[in-house]
Structures are given as C-alpha cells and as structure tokens.
C-alpha cells in the first residue's frame, strides 16, 4: 500500500498505519471488513461494500418455499482499535442482514458456525447444511 492519501483524515491515516502493520492475512482480512466502512467507521447499512452484491442481494425476491440453510460465520476479526464497532456490526451481521436471508424462504434457516467469514472453517457444518437440503429437495420429487 502506497502512503496516505491527501483527503485522508488524521484518524484514517493512523487507522491505515495499524494496518499495514499487520500480518499478511490480517490485512486482508481487514480490507474485507472495511468495505463497509466510512471514515474508518463500521456502517452495517452500507452491506458488504460490494455495491453488486448488495444489489443482487436487495433485488433477489423470495424464494418461496424452497429448502434454504444460511450459514453465518460465528467469530470476527477486528481493526486493532475498532474492537467495538466491530463487535457491534458483527451482532448486525448475524441478527440482521444474514437473518434477513434466511427468511427469503419460508422455510429457510440460519446456522451460526464456529467459524470466520470462510464458513469452510466448519466443514461439519457445511456438509450437515447441504445434506439436508439435497434431502429436502429429493423428499419433494
């Protein structure tokens, strides 16, 4: 990363320092959670930061009564010195927007897994998920 930006504020310039001091992974990590973000602010209204995303998200309907399993990662990564913010988006995270997914379906759920944002931390999770949707759709048939 280059240096600091000139419209950058004191706060984000630090806020990028105390990146950048961080591992490989952490940064990226960080990088994800700050998509959104405004001024180094946590803002769960803006969604993930990926406006085609987000889009796709707001635009995806419903999904009637077809089987559905959401999985929403347990644990989070915070920016040293955002630990509350983050702690604060992540319970909207979980209680709201990934919540808001599973009612697409009327029979959807949400599994909150031990895991970071890659639910691929708990496998288990993922295959017990997908089996009982393959089972789902097969008891329909």
Known sequence: MGGPVPSQ?????????????????????????????????????????????????????????????????????????????????HEIWIHQLQASLAQLSRRGRQVVVDAHHDVSEAPDALVTATQEVVHDVRREK
């Open 9 to 89: 504020s004191s706060s984000e310039r630090e806020i990028l320092a105390k990146l950048n001091a961080q591992p490989t992974a952490l940064r990226t990590d960080a990088e994800q959670t700050c998509a959104a973000t405004e001024g180094g602010r946590l803002v769960p209204t803006l969604g993930t930061g990926n406006p085609e995303l987000d889009d796709a998200a707001r635009n995806a309907g419903s999904l009637d009564d077809r089987p559905l399993v959401v999985l929403t990662a347990g644990r989070y990564w915070a920016p040293p010195g955002l630990e509350k913010q983050a702690a604060d988006y």
